[in-house]
Each structure stands twice: as C-alpha cells, then as structure tokens.
C-alpha cells in the first residue's frame, strides 16, 4: 500500500505539472465555458424548447448555433484526454530506462500500474468536476438559475459516467503502452481505435444494417425499424455510443428511449419526466457495459504488465 | 164536355192563373223587403250571467233599407240589462242601420247583449226587437223570450270563504331535487283572515311555504278582504328515495273558514354512476411484464338500478387490462345495497415497456348512465436487470481482485 501511495502521489504531481495537462485543460475549459456562455446569451432563444423543469440540465445538452453542446465536446474530446494520459505511461519510462530503477526502490509492479492508473484518473477526476463547476458557477451568475435537487444527482451520475467512460480510453491506451514499446506506436494504435469507435463504426453500422435489412423508398415503418435496431445494436459496441446515450438518458429526463422502434411506443406515452431512478434503469445496461470494458481493459492490460520482462537496459 | 175539352180548360185556368198569379206578386213587392233574424230566440237563462246573442239584419229588396232598431222591454224586465251591439268585441249600441243591396253589406249581424240581474225573479220575460224602415212603411218585429231558473245551490256551493288553487298541481322532478308548487290562497270573505298554514306529507319529507319570490318561511298567513295571496310551496323529499308518486295535502285555515288542496308530486329515477379507486388515486404504479391488480369500488348514487353494466378499456397497444367481474346485469342503487360493488382491475403491460406514464381510460357504461375513468400508469422498468448488472460489475470486479491477489508482489 505505500509503495501505491508513493507511486500515487508521484504520478499526481508530474499530471499537475506537466505542460501536456495544463494545455489540455485551458482548452476544455475555453470550449465550454464558451458554450455556456454563449447558451446563456441566448437563453430567450432556446427558452421555448427548454423545459422548465429541468432548464438547468437542459442548458448542458443544448447545442448554440454551430457550436456543439458541452456533453458533445465531453464524448468526443475526452477520450483524447483519455488517451493522452495512458498511452505513454509504460513505455516511456522503460523506454527512459526509469522503470528498472523505480521497480529497484521498494515498490512493486502492482503498485505502479495501479498507482498510474489511479493517479491518471484522479487527475481526470479533477479537471471535470472543475469544469463542471466553473459552469455551474458561470449559469448560477449569469443566468440565476439555481439547480434543484435532482438536477444535482443527475449532474452528478453524468460526472461519474464521465469518469468511467474517459477511464475506459486511459486504460486502453495503458494497455496499448504496456504491449507497445514504441510511444508513437501506442499512440497512433489508441487513436486511431478511437477514430474508429468516434467516427467509423456509424458507417460500419449503416452499411451492414443495410445489408441485413435493405432499405428502400417503399419500406415499412416496420422495416425501418428493424434497420435502425441492428444499427443500433452494431452502435453500441462503440463506447462513444454508450456514454452518449447514458448521458442523454441523464441529462434529459424525459428520455427513455433509442432508435425508431422505440419511438413507435413512444405514442402512447404521456410527455413527463422520468424519476433519476428510472432514467438510470433505463440506461444502466449501457452504464454495465461500459464499467466493465474498463475494468476488463484495466485487468488485461495488469495481466499482461504483471507477467512481463523488465530488464535493467 | 168530353175529356179532352176538360183537359184543356184546366190547363187554360191554370196558365192563366200562374201569369196572374207572378203579375200580382211582382206587383206586391215593391224590390223592398228585410228580416230580422236570430238563430236562438227562446232561451234560458241564470241570474247573474250575460248573454249575446247573434241577431241578423238582411235586407231582401233591391232598394237601400235604412232601418231604425228600437227595444222593448217588458214591464217586469225594467232593471234588465239589454242593448243591440255591433258584432265587435266590445261592441258599441246600436240605434240604426243601414243595409245595402249587394254583398256583402246587405246583411248586418248585431249582438243582443243581456245581462240577468241577481235579484231577478225567475219566470219568463219578453224582450222585442222592432225594426222600423226610415219611411215607416216597412216594420218587422223579433221576439226573445227568457226564462230564468232558479239558481242550482248544490252546483253553486258557493266556493268557501277560504280558497286554494294552482295551475300545476302534479310536479314532476328526479330524486334529490325539491319540489316548488305555486298556490293562490283567496280570501272570499270581507274580513281580513289571518290563516295557519298545514301540510301533510309522505313519511320523512319536509315542506316550507314562503311568499312568492320571497325567502321568508312562513307558517302563517294574513290575506285581506277578497283578494289573492300567492305562495310557493316548497316540497323537501329525502335525499334518497324510489321513484313513484307522492300525494300531498295542503290546507290553510283560520276559524271555522278553512281549505285545502291535493298536490302530487312525482319522483323519477336518477341514475348517477360513481367510483372510487381504492387509495382515491387515479394513478397506479406497475412494473413493466408484470400484472398489477387494483380495485375499484362502484355504485349507483341514483335512485333506480342501472342495467347491463359493462366495463371497457382504451389503453396502449399490447396492453391486457381485464376487469372482475367483467358486467354486471343490474346495479341496483347505493340506498338499497349500502356498499359499493368491488371491481378487480388487472393491467399486464408487456415486458418491453418503455418507462414512463401512460395514460388509460376505463369505461363503466351502463344503459343509462356511464362513467369514464381516466387513470395515469406509471410503468417502471424491472429491477431485476439492475441487479444483474450489479452482478455483472461484481463478477469483474471479483475477477481483477482475484488478479490482483495472484500475481501480487512480483
């Protein structure tokens, strides 16, 4: 335990330090705050569309004008900080030739992957919750709205999805580091999978649904339907996909459903809001599979560090 | 003389006699000649009535008649009294008339109005109508005979001194409501009456009698010499009570003058279906691929049973809602059961329920009244999957502890 402290606290002040951090934070921050800002400039805009009951969360989910919403800039760019935490956390101290010396101190192997890892997420923790805040502030200022209650669970259950979802991309790119000795390589390899989970896999989806389920002008509602379920279904392999519709499920509270073939049910709801207990039922197979691609990553990538090699170079 | 002469002479006599005969009475009337006429002239009559009787003034020449009309009455008939009147509603009296040839002013119609005097002795008396032509050479006469009868005290019985009356005496309404019946008290006397009101009703009515248009209840009541007092009466029945007919009595009286009335009053049958859910809420609770059982209490606040009884649903599709009892044939009122019918509503939603609120609507239609239920469903997602995900997560969970403790410390 304290050879994880050490390492823990290490790893900490090297992320807090480092150029690379201070960097990526001055632009999440400048994106969303700009967001927020100009959302609330334009708040009698969008006030129509916002429901008043849930305005503030509202405010998170709503895009202005061309800029995208906050919970867009969240799944698209935080699996880039992800990454950029992981994908160099391994191979570049053995590339450095600092791993043989740290493993000399009194600290074991465990120690260090998991006082990385935790110190990586930690550090991740820190820099959304600050974001978060600093919106929250910036909404309270400008525009007096103060959150309810539920507001505040909701926004909290989004900040630990969050968590786990930029946890799953900074455990993959330590897997990547660990099986890669060359950083470049591990860092191409990390994003480009998330290229491909953020971008391709919506064509990949579309074209074998359409494959399995050809779509034409005189197709069924039915068809259709079925079209968007294997889409959806090949989608949500994607962790990108997941976290979006967890968040939408979140953030939005009237929202239960994905995909056309829901909507067809749709018509006999009553337009209400959903309590935060069934919005997370109605996501939380989407919530599983995603806490456990991280842990199953986490545990491979622990694996495969714990049986490898170091040598002294 | 043989037959045939015979014939002939007799023939002769008589064209002569016919030619004769039209010569001498075309020489008798002058083109001037008028009647009077009356369809009635022999009539009986009752003291104290008025009479008009039509009479017809034609003239029958070919000369305008201007004819002076006179009266006469009979010695005893002195304080009758008679006038000729024009045919109008309120006629004026008529001395002379003036009766073209042509149609359709050669024939006047006058009324002969008669009033019989109370005090009149009944026998027979003569009234004449002398019409006389402006030269006096034309003079016709109408004779009128009246009898009067002793007036019939039984037929009189002389309508009491107190008196009740209504123009509606049989009210009709649907349980639950009162009853207001308009009644005239009248006071035939000369005296100033101060008269107690009383009614006699069905068990467990009330009654209250006020002034018309007035709130004020009254018991008693001061009517002054011959006149009209107007009342309302207002009739309580109880609040739950079968339909039929209730005979009411209403009386006034003060001293020995006293009357009364009989009103009816009919109550129809109501028919008022009601429910209640069993917490009083309209919205339930359900977990989607479960049943939901929740019951609803039924009964008919009207006075009369309703009839085939039949329960319905509109929901979303794929839903089941079935009822228990499905009908029912009568559903007779509250008052008599004194408890409320027990349904068993059971609602399966399908498995694949999206979360949220759902609105259904239950019909309880009968043949005279129905009711609609309007209930909010709120269907919840099983928990059963969170629990698996939370297995799931443990099982991993587990797993890397169990890596963690195997290849510790190397």
Known sequence: MNGLKVVFWKEMA???????????????????????????????????????????????????????????????????????????????????????????????????????????????????????????????????????????????????????????????????????????????????????????????????????????????????????????????????????????????????????????????????????????????????????????????????????????? | ??????????????????????????????????????????????????????????????KIEKISLNLIKDEEAKNWDVSLLNSTWKGFEVRKVELLTEEPDYSKTLKFHLVVPEEAISGNYKFILEGISLDQVLKKTLEFSMEVAEKKEVVEEETGNLELATKYPTLENPSGKEFKFNLEAKNNTEDILVCDLGISLPQRWTAYCTPQWRDERISSLKINQNSTENLTLTVVPPLFIEKGEYPITFYVSSGENTASIELKAVVTGTYKLNYRTETGLLNIETIAGEEKTFIIYLWNEGSSAIDNLSFFSTKPEDWGISFKPDKMNSLPSVIETQKPEQIEVTIKTPAQTLPGDYPITLTLAGTQDQKNIELRTTVKVPTKWGWIGVVIIGLILAILIGIFIKLKRR
């Not at chain 1, 010396?101 to 110190?119: E, H, M």
């Not at chain 1, 926004?155 to 786990?164: C, K, Q, R």
């Open chain 1, 14 to 313: 090297d992320h807090l330090g480092s150029r690379k951090f201070i960097i990526l934070f001055a632009i999440i921050l400048a994106i969303s705050v700009s967001v927020v800002y100009i959302l609330s400039q334009n708040i009698s805009e969008y006030f129509s569309e916002i429901s008043k009951e849930y305005m503030f969360l509202n405010l998170f989910t709503t895009s202005a004008g061309s800029l995208p919403s906050f919970i867009f800039f969240v799944s698209f760019f935080g699996p880039l900080i992800g990454i950029i935490f992981g994908f160099d956390s391994i191979n570049s101290e053995r590339s450095r030739g600092t791993m043989s010396t740290v493993l000399s101190q009194p600290i074991y192997r465990d120690a260090l992957i998991n006082g990385k890892f935790l110190a990586s997420l930690t550090t991740i923790g820190i820099m959304l919750i600050s974001i978060i805040l600093i919106i929250l502030g910036l909404e309270l200022g400008v525009l007096g709205i103060i959150p309810n209650f539920e507001e505040i669970l909701r926004m909290g259950l989004f900040f630990v999805a969050s968590i786990i979802y930029i946890g799953f991309w900074l455990s993959m790119g330590i897997l990547f580091s660990i099986v890669f000795r060359q950083t470049t390589t591990s860092a191409l390899i990390s994003v480009m999978l998330w290229i491909f989970f953020a971008f391709f896999i919506l064509m990949i989806a579309s074209v074998i649904a359409d494959q399995i389920v050809p779509l034409n002008q005189n197709s069924t509602l039915e068809v259709a339907a079925k079209n968007d379920e294997i889409k959806n279904m090949i989608l949500r392999i994607s962790p990108v996909v997941l976290f979006q519709e967890i968040v939408i499920a979140l953030l939005n509270p009237s929202a239960r459903a994905f995909g056309i073939s829901s909507l067809v049910k749709l018509n006999d709801l009553l337009p209400t809001s959903l309590s935060i207990s069934q919005s997370l039922m109605v996501i939380w197979p989407q919530f599983v599979g995603l806490i456990a691609l991280m842990l199953i990553c986490f545990a491979i990538s622990y694996i495969i560090f714990m049986r490898q090699e170091i040598r002294a170079t």
């Open chain 2, 1 to 62: 003389m043989n037959n045939k002469s015979k014939f002939i002479f007799f023939l002769g006599v008589i064209i002569i006699f016919s030619i004769l005969g039209s010569y001498i009475c075309a020489q008798e009337k002058p083109g001037r000649d008028f009647i009077l006429y009356s369809e009635y002239t022999n009539i009986k009559v009752e003291k104290g009535q008025t009479y008009d009787l039509d009479v017809k003034i034609i003239n029958l020449g070919s």
